[in-house]
């Protein structure tokens, strides 16, 4: 029998990177899933990717609270109820805090966020007991790094929400749990409006400063956030870092 069979999760932000990752190997395993994605181009090409009776590929925008609302009720449709709801929309620019606008700090913050806590308030009542809810953090949210300032503080909400939610829900069987990504090998590297020649010089600057010299894989973030999933049953309210060490201040002895 397949690992994941008859299990059922939701991945809000699923259509590419580490979101798309997840849900195949969920797929792969037998798993039935909704995934959304706000981008046409990324949603059509995950349809044509996951074709089968058990993704279910939609748009939503985790910003738009009539999103969220819809959403559930696509859930309900298509899946009833559920084991694992993922969350992991995010978006992150690389902008000087004296430059920051009002607009684009909100804009960090409705997607982070805000379509971060109303998702599982709308979809907490169809996870079953025993099942999990993971949330998409970053690295950013313990450290200082010039021009991430807004999204790190975002993340770091997340964490909290993590912790509160893991309180809320547990009288009804929910582990909740944060998965802390560092430099992870994306198509949009973390940064969407990033060219892709700035991407490049941004994928070895972080390779640089990395103690294992390396960006992360999407296959080694599915691994964790599977576990977090399934496995981890006595694990709740905690944050799991996959960063090979960035964020842990460790330094390598020499070779």
Avoid: C, W
């Amino acid at each position: 029998m397949s690992k994941y069979a008859g299990k059922k999760a939701v991945i809000q932000g699923g259509t590419h990177g580490m979101g798309l990752g997840v849900a195949k190997a969920l797929l792969a395993e037998g798993a039935e899933v909704v995934l959304t994605g706000r981008n046409e181009a990324n949603i059509e090409a995950a349809r044509a990717e996951l074709a089968g009776e058990a993704a279910h590929v939609v748009r939503s925008d985790a910003a738009n609270l009539d999103d969220v609302r819809a959403l559930g009720g696509v859930v309900e449709e298509k899946l009833g109820r559920i084991d694992f709801l993922f969350i992991n929309v995010g978006i992150a620019e690389l902008v000087p805090f004296d430059q920051v606008t009002e607009e684009g700090y909100d804009r960090i913050f409705d997607i982070n966020t805000k379509g971060a806590f109303f998702t599982v308030q709308r979809l907490a009542p169809l996870i079953n007991k025993g099942g999990a809810v993971l949330f998409t953090t970053s690295i950013a949210d313990n450290m200082g790094y010039p021009g991430i300032t807004v999204y790190g503080g975002a993340k770091a909400a997340l964490r909290t929400f993590a912790k509160g939610f893991a309180a809320e829900l547990m009288p009804h069987g929910i582990r909740v749990n944060a998965l802390s990504p560092g430099p992870i090998k994306t198509p949009s590297m973390g940064y969407p409006a990033m060219s892709d020649a700035d991407k490049d010089v941004h994928e070895k600057e972080m390779n640089e400063i990395s103690p294992m010299k390396r960006h992360g894989t999407i296959e080694e973030i599915a691994a964790a956030a599977l576990f977090l999933a399934f496995e981890a049953t006595f694990t709740t309210g905690t944050e799991v870092v996959v960063d090979g060490g960035l964020a842990q201040g460790i330094i390598p002895a020499a070779a």
